[in-house]
């Protein structure tokens, strides 16, 4: 037998990054439990038992459903009720006597019933205090003691049959604090509100009724009943912007037998070779929970993700595992024509991996990947798959209109099509690990990742959530860049470069594959800049505007890869033209922005001609909850998107679309309705990728101008009412029309959404957008009127939302303003299928009205 290092693990062709891990989920230097025992049979290839339709071998249940949940209280025990006030008893003395609603037997009847996602926060009122504008305006922190703690119970379906397995739970995200109790048990702690955790409560379950004495005095059996509990504290933030309060992901229910492969630790490398064909280097991490040495091998099948094509087999060595052991088991393989993901051609493969032992198969799952290159070049930028691509990317926070962060699955994959219908192909996910959706989105859609962790630091804590990032989003080919961390005060010192080392060092150990940044505000050149493979540039440096910067730090560094982490910073309302900061409103037009950044067009114009330079993550792709700027109260959201919170565009949407893009487009702008301005000049843009554009007042020309790359046309027009309108010109032909024109009074309601058929699985959205309009349909771009939402059938309004920074109406219930002529609504399919019809009414206008089929799943 023989003990596996790293060292052979590269020979065998098998990930360079196979690593055993720690309790922590942190990678450990060397592989010590891979023993062995037989050579890789290629001959036996066709011999793997892989059911690819469907996995028998393991359960995994959505507990989505069926949650209580109440509020507690951070000072007060008794409004706690009762955790933490034991008479003579510790609250962690005696395990299984937590206290307080922990236990089995506590009275959850009066709680209120929800479904995960869920964020308790975005369903508080807005409070408009100055320690509170930078996260939203809701109420949580040490300062709001009765808002900050949130519980949540949920019984959970154990059968006899399952003694035996071992049995998980597996949370996808909970903010912030979560303590985690089964039947009165204290089971686990998990401090991060951004990456996954998992739990297993195995020996702390029942699997058979108790028999208890009856009146009768005969043994009667109960029913059997396990509870888990989670105890959430939101009093401390992670971050300086809105973060929600709640188990704001997914929830799930493992059931495996002992030995069992550990979940993320699959991890598939490619190597596409020059005759079409890739090469494939899987490792599993094979666990015992077990009290017996075992015997076992892996096998897999990859198939195609769209049509089930069978394309590869392969299978392990056998190996020895013991009791309590997790072994780190290769295997290679090969696909023959390869077919390749790109932003165009979004081919994915899956790998479904099986253990087998015995002769059985014992533990069955599966891996989503794709087969591309990436290459991060000081002269050339970013290449896929051989080819130079220009990152056009933009920044997201997490939080949506109408639900906070605890956003459908549905609702993140519009957004991720939201950014892809602007022309972008670039996310990075500010600033923390981001729902495994919006990764799932990105593969399908073609998006380029910066994945980004929320911890920088190189303690146990901050290592293991960048070890869980990685180990989770290391298969997805979206995922090109890891990004450690974001403007930290320590970026340019020798105590910052000594914790960046660390964290680096752990990612390369979980992924050899790819490069690693941070984005640096300041101190170029200094502490993270010699850590780092891709330089980070945010803005123009040490907070000054100047974009010439990059220049001076290309002059020292001129064969170091970069790309601008963190650009723009341009701020804008939805639908206005002028500031007004009253009522917190910016400008539209592309004017406005903070000292340290600059305007849409000056840094991609600087980016774009400069091919050395990656591309960039505009700042951002959506308005989110906090950090407002320029002004504070009575904003309640950022101004900093490029669409709003709901995903209206603005105006600066529409620049990135033109020039980001490959085909003729134009943008005219701002509306036409300036009632009361009357032979007042109004300042009208024209974004277009065409050579000329000539500007029409009611038919009259105001004369054409050139079309500048990566720029803008402007006329001063004095107002008229009718219309203005854009004629866009290419060899001396009209080419593209655009007209604004002047709508008249509120007149109806039209509806449109982002999806026209549902599934019934109580999970999936849709988002319900409506337009007031007038009489001849067009948008009456100034109105404010009342909307009401019904919806009659399997289906409910779970939020509601306009884009207003500044609006402070409840986001929970039916009921929501239009601003600037749009509102929203999310709308949730039921359990059952059926028309699910959406009405919308406001007074005084005729109402809008769609109906969507939702589909038994």
């Known amino acids: 037998m023989k003990n596996w290092t790293r060292r052979d693990l590269v020979k065998a062709g098998a990930a360079v990054g196979a690593v055993s891990l720690t309790a922590n989920g942190l990678a450990s230097e060397k592989v010590k439990s ?90 508080l009122p807005f409070v ?41 739970l597996e949370f996808d995200g909970v903010f912030r604090n979560a303590t985690v109790f089964v039947n009165g048990h204290w089971v686990s702690e998990n401090a991060s509100g951004y990456v996954p955790f998992e739990v297993d409560v195995t020996d702390f379950l029942d699997y058979s009724p108790k028999q208890v004495k009856g009146a009768d005095g005969a043994m009667h059996a109960q029913p059997l009943k396990n509870v888990v509990v989670l105890r959430v504290d939101a009093t401390l933030s992670d971050g300086w912007f809105y973060e929600g309060a709640g188990v704001y992901r997914h929830v799930w229910l493992r059931k495996t037998g002992a030995l069992h492969l550990v979940k993320d630790g699959v991890f598939v490398q490619t190597s596409p070779g020059a005759n079409g064909d890739a090469g494939l280097a899987i490792t599993s991490e094979v666990m015992n929970k077990g009290t017996a040495a075992v015997r076992c091998s892996v096998a897999g099948v990859a198939v195609e993700w769209a049509s089930g094509k069978e394309v590869a087999r392969c299978r392990s060595a056998v190996v020895t595992v013991r009791p309590g052991e997790m072994v780190v088991v290769p295997m290679t393989g090969k696909i023959a024509a390869a077919k390749m993901w790109s932003l165009e051609e979004r081919n994915l493969y899956r790998l479904v991996t099986v253990v087998e032992s015995e002769g059985k198969t014992v533990d069955q799952d599966e891996t989503r990947f794709g087969v591309r290159t990436i290459e991060w070049d000081g002269q050339r930028g970013f290449l896929l798959n051989g080819k130079v691509v220009k990152i056009k990317g933009m920044c997201n926070h997490q939080d949506h209109a109408g639900v906070g962060v605890a956003v459908p699955d549905a609702i993140q994959r519009y957004r991720i099509q939201r950014l892809k219908d602007m022309n972008c192909n670039g996310l990075r996910t500010t600033h923390n690990t981001p729902a495994a959706e919006v990764l799932d989105a990105c593969d399908e859609l073609g998006v380029l990742v910066m994945d980004e962790t929320r911890q920088f630091s190189s303690s146990v804590e901050g290592l293991s959530e960048l070890a869980r990032m990685i180990r989770r989003d290391r298969n997805h080919p979206s995922v090109v860049i890891w990004s450690m961390a974001n403007e930290e005060p320590l970026q340019s010192t020798p105590r910052g470069a000594a914790i ?41 440096g040490a907070h000054v505007g100047r974009l010439d910067n990059i220049g001076d730090f290309r002059a020292k560094f001129p064969t170091k890869p970069a790309v601008g982490t963190e650009t723009a910073s341009t701020v804008s309302t939805r639908g206005v033209y002028e500031n007004d900061p009253l009522r917190g409103y910016v400008s539209a037009y592309d004017v406005n922005h903070p000292i340290w950044a600059a305007r849409a067009e000056d840094w991609w114009s600087y980016y774009d001609e400069r091919p050395w330079l990656a591309g ?29 919170l709901c995903g209206f565009a603005k105006d600066n949407y529409h620049y990135y679309r033109v020039w980001w893009g490959n085909e003729l487009a134009t943008h005219l702008f701002p509306h036409w309705n300036w009632e009361g301005k009357e032979g007042q000049e109004i300042s009208v843009w024209c974004y277009a990728n065409c050579e000329s554009v000539e ?28 219309f203005i309108e854009a004629k866009g010109s290419s060899g001396g032909k009209v080419i593209l029309t655009e007209r604004c024109e002047t709508a008249g009074p509120a007149a109806r309601l039209v509806i449109e959404t982002s999806k026209d058929k549902l599934r019934a699985d109580g999970m999936d959205c849709c988002q319900v957008n409506v337009r007031v309009v007038d009489a001849k349909g067009l948008t009456v771009a100034t109105a404010g009127d009342m909307l009401t939402f019904v919806v009659e059938g399997p289906g409910k309004v779970i939020g509601v ?50 109906t969507l089929q939702s589909a038994a799943v």
């Open 695 to 722: 500007l029409f007042l009611n038919g009259t020309s105001l004369g054409s101008q050139t079309v500048k790359r990566n720029g803008h046309l402007e006329w001063k027009v004095k107002y008229a009412p009718g």
């Open 616 to 644: 960039g993550f505009c700042w951002t792709g959506f308005d989110y909850r906090g950090e407002p700027t320029p002004y504070g109260v009575p904003c309640v959201s950022s101004h900093f998107g490029v669409m709003d």
């Open 500 to 540: 960046i080392t660390s964290m680096k060092r752990e990612a390369k150990l979980l992924d050899p594959t790819r490069m690693v940044t941070a984005a640096m505000n300041g101190g170029w050149g200094q502490g993270f800049t010699q850590v780092v493979d891709v330089m980070g540039l945010n803005y123009g």
């Open 801 to 850: 939302g306009n884009g207003d920074p500044s609006c402070h109406e409840p986001e929970k219930g039916n009921q929501r303003s239009a601003f600037m002529g749009l509102g929203a609504a999310l709308v949730q399919a039921g359990l059952e299928a059926g028309a699910v019809r959406v009405k919308v009414t406001s007074t005084g206008l005729e109402a809008g009205e769609i």
């Open 128 to 168: 408009v205090e100055p320690i509170l504008v930078g996260h939203g305006g809701k109420p949580v922190g040490r300062d709001f003691p009765e808002s900050s703690i949130g519980w949540y119970r949920r019984e959970i379906e154990v059968k006899p049959g399952d003694e035996g397995k071992r049995i998980v």
């Open 34 to 123: 891979a023993r062995a025992e037989a050579p890789q049979a290629k001959a036996h290839q066709d011999e793997v038992r892989v059911d690819v339709a469907k996995n028998q071998l393991r359960e995994r249940q959505s507990l989505d459903f069926g949650w209580k949940f109440a509020l507690g209280h951070v000072c007060d025990p008794m409004r706690d009720f009762g955790f933490g006030k034991l008479a003579g008893v510790g609250t962690y003395a005696k395990s299984g006597d937590a206290g307080g609603p922990t236990g089995i037997g506590f009275d959850d009847s009066k709680w209120e019933t929800v479904q995960v996602p869920h964020d308790w926060a975005v369903a």
